[in-house]
């Protein structure tokens, strides 16, 4: 589905989402429940431009007040690989929009991320998965890394990833191994606006993910250790 697609069927109140290169913003109504939308599409590369622009709708949604629900609608091939963005700290502006979803959290803002096309890496993590929930559509793409780059860092085959990968989540790309390691709540299938009123209603600061991980057999140990950690003096 394109982004117009998805909008419609979450929105079936109306919105003005609009498009400006691989950017996204505006608003849509479900019910009576307003958001504000900020998201990418095209697969667009998250560069120096598109991280500051995504922090900069999410900061002037923070300004006006309100409290209004934020949902990021994801499409991108992750993080831009260029010597530019490098030379200019893209990482920065990555942690830049990560601190401004943070900051609309903490100022009472429940944050819902929709991966819809593709999700890489650091297009990722300072959007949708900064989020109170993170949700994908089924036949959304999402890994941190492919398997061929995966098998070259790692020194191991991709064979062996892949047979990994048939009992290990861990080492598996795609949409319903994130499920079951809990990154991913749910996968969206039917009627999106219920969906998303639901993820409204259960939206809230607490992190679920390594509990999530372990009830659904994903991640064994994330959890235990988590609270290990949380409680160690």
Same mark, same amino acid.
């Given at each position: ?84 963005? &490098? ?9 830049? *929009? /990560?601190? %401004?979803?943070?900051?609309? !959290? #903490?100022?009472? @803002? ?78 969206? &299938? ?9 993820? *409204? /209603?259960? %939206?809230?600061?607490?992190? !679920? #993910?390594?509990? @999530? ?21």
């Amino acid at each position: 589905m394109n982004w117009q697609e998805v909008a419609a069927a979450l929105f079936p109140d109306g919105h003005d989402i609009a498009e400006r290169g691989d950017f996204l913003s505006g608003g849509g109504r479900c019910k009576a429940q307003e958001f504000a939308v900020v998201g990418s599409t095209n697969h667009g590369e998250t560069g120096v431009e598109l991280a500051l622009a995504m922090a900069g709708a999410v900061l002037d949604t923070v300004r006006r007040g309100g409290g209004k629900p934020i949902l990021f609608l994801v499409d991108t091939a992750g993080q831009r690989l260029r010597r530019r963005d &490098e030379l200019l700290g893209i990482q920065r502006y990555i942690a830049h *929009l /990560a601190k %401004a979803v943070e900051l609309a !959290r #903490r100022g009472g @803002h429940r944050t819902i991320g929709l991966i819809y096309g593709q999700a890489l890496s650091g297009g990722l993590l300072p959007n949708a998965m900064m989020s109170d929930l993170c949700a994908a559509l089924p036949q959304a793409e999402i890994r941190v890394m492919g398997l061929p780059a995966m098998a070259k860092v790692m020194r191991i085959s991709e064979e062996r990833l892949r047979q990994l990968g048939a009992t290990s989540p861990v080492f598996a790309p795609g949409a319903d191994n994130f499920v079951k390691m809990g990154a991913v709540d749910a996968l969206w &299938e039917g009627d999106l606006a219920r969906w998303l009123l639901d993820a *409204l /209603a259960r %939206a809230d600061a607490r992190d !679920r #993910r390594a509990e @999530h991980g372990l009830l659904r057999g994903g991640r064994s140990l994330a959890h235990f250790v988590a609270e290990r950690v949380a409680s160690d003096d």
